[in-house]
């Protein structure tokens, strides 16, 4: 009797010392992975058993968007918690500015030991960058510049490129686990960001995941689209069938990688303390474009474009299976982080709330609006454009197969901007509140358009409501130019200022 008394002690001490300790974080994120694209979203073709369980048994987010329609502005604000206009994050190939606070900075300060792996694009990965994840606050990095496919080239804390051979997902996972048991043998907790280089394309995939979609082919044979040639870098036109193979595959070995962590962290008793999160970073290529409910694509300011899967697992926080309809975004996930890890957020405008009250089921609607904004970057052809970073510094290293500019490499931009203009305004930009959304596009010099949406009674985007509730479209239209002027402020600088 008494050893059982004083096993239930010591369990009932452990767990009470997992729930006080600090928590493990390891985000995860797709590359061009779209809401739809997930077997517990009710896709007809692809696999994903093991994010299938994590929404099965963690918490399930049916409104997760990515912070813009495109890869390089959203992960600028999956690490800064603002809006990417802010610090000239404007669309692929646009670099961060090396004054911006990160999450990594964050939970270094905390005492975290931090790890980055794969995807990048938010500057070069070389040691020289100014923007390279160890700049950005990471300890450790194996990245790219841009996005990979099998057998990745990829930059160690810096160094030239290597080849690892191998499925791209599975390699980062596994280096993934390494720097976490070192993290473990030091004493410390970690943050763990994978970046995916799937499944965007060109596609390609190993022999078993290719062949759990041999069907597909000859059901979508018809319809061709246009993406990067494996073989050349260059873009051919394709039945559509042969993609989605390629693509489905690519998720499924994603998704497998995904289990292979979570295994890991199990088997390590890692597990109930650690935040581990998926989502994606934009919305479904038009190439791969099939079943979404949504209205839009990748680089479109409708829904399709910034909808993607949302999930996380916590078990000594998160104890029961949810799913829950709170609007939230990669902008979120630095004040979230800030609070877990009870350091100060940074003194600066930030886009995104803090997410924990919906950890515990306290939180029903997002407290502030969400607003999405594409910037025209056609602003730039007619001033003079000063580099924020010497070019030098944005020459990527990392080579990929598509060709771009002549290249197989990337290179990254960044200007000082110029005296603000009405011209900054431009773009397609959106904003939600509540269930309301205003979507608001330029169609000429002097010509907008606006279209307003119930999302909740309308969320395939099919009905403007503009005409019938003209008050609502413009309060909203007055709070999306206010939130506007607060994002070109921060671009003139005024957030940098001692």
């Known amino acids: 009797m008494t050893r059982r008394l004083f096993s239930a002690a010591l369990l009932a001490l452990n767990l009470f010392s997992t729930a006080a300790a600090a928590p493990n974080i390891v985000l995860l994120m797709g590359d061009d992975h779209g809401w739809e694209e997930t077997g517990y979203n009710g896709h007809p073709h692809v696999k994903t058993p093991v994010l299938d369980e994590m929404a099965a048994q963690g918490l399930r987010f049916d409104r997760f968007y990515s912070g813009h329609p495109n890869c390089s502005p959203t992960r ?85 490129p290597e080849v690892y051979p191998g499925e791209s997902s599975e390699i980062l996972v596994r280096e993934a686990i390494r720097f976490i048991d070192r993290a473990q043998q030091d004493n410390k907790p970690f943050l763990t960001v994978i970046w995916f280089g799937s499944p965007h394309e060109p596609y390609s995939g190993l022999p078993a995941d290719l062949a759990l979609y041999d069907d597909l082919p000859a059901r979508y044979a018809r319809k061709k689209v246009r993406l990067t040639s494996n073989e050349t870098g260059q873009p051919v036109t394709r039945p559509q069938g042969e993609v989605l193979r390629e693509r489905y595959a690519e998720i499924t070995a994603m998704d497998r990688a995904i289990g292979q962590l979570r295994s890991h962290l199990a088997e390590t008793g890692l597990r109930e303390n650690t935040l581990l999160f998926y989502c994606g970073d934009n919305g479904t290529s038009g190439d791969a474009a099939l079943a979404s409910p949504h209205r839009g694509v990748k680089s479109e300011i409708y ?6 899967p949302g999930v996380i697992e916590w078990p000594a926080r998160i104890t029961k299976p949810r799913t829950t309809s709170v ?35 306290k939180l029903s609607e997002r407290p502030e609006p969400l607003c999405f904004w594409m910037y025209d970057t056609s602003r730039f052809q007619n001033v003079k454009r000063i580099p924020y970073i010497d070019p030098q510094q944005q020459e990527g290293t990392t080579p990929l197969v598509k060709m771009l500019a002549g290249k197989y490499t990337r290179s990254f931009t960044n200007y000082r901007h110029p005296p603000q203009d009405e011209a900054d305004f431009r773009g397609a930009r959106s904003i939600i509140r509540g269930d309301f959304k205003l979507v608001v596009q330029d169609k000429g010099e002097s010509d907008v358009q606006q279209e307003l949406f119930d999302l909740k009674a309308d969320p395939a985007e099919k009905v403007n409501l503009v005409d019938q509730q003209p008050a609502v479209a413009a309060e909203l239209a007055a709070a999306l130019r206010e939130w506007q002027q607060s994002v070109l402020n921060s671009l003139r600088g005024a957030d940098y200022d001692d």
């Open 303 to 308: 829904e399709g474009g910034s909808l993607v």
């Open 76 to 160: 600028a604000s999956f690490l800064t918690g603002r809006h990417p206009n802010r610090m000239g994050t404007f669309a692929p190939g646009w670099s961060m500015r090396p004054e911006e606070r990160t999450i990594a900075h964050i939970a270094r300060q905390a005492g975290y030991q931090c790890g980055h792996f794969g995807k990048w694009h938010v500057g070069t990965v070389k040691a020289v960058s100014p923007t390279n994840p160890g700049a950005m606050g990471f300890h450790e990095w194996l990245s790219h510049d841009n996005f990979f496919e099998l057998d990745p080239a990829l930059s160690r804390n810096g160094g030239p």
């Open 327 to 361: 609007r939230a975004s990669t902008s979120d996930l630095l004040p979230t982080l800030c609070a877990l890890t009870g350091q100060p957020l940074p003194d600066r405008p930030i886009d995104g709330v803090d997410l924990t009250p919906l950890f515990d089921g």
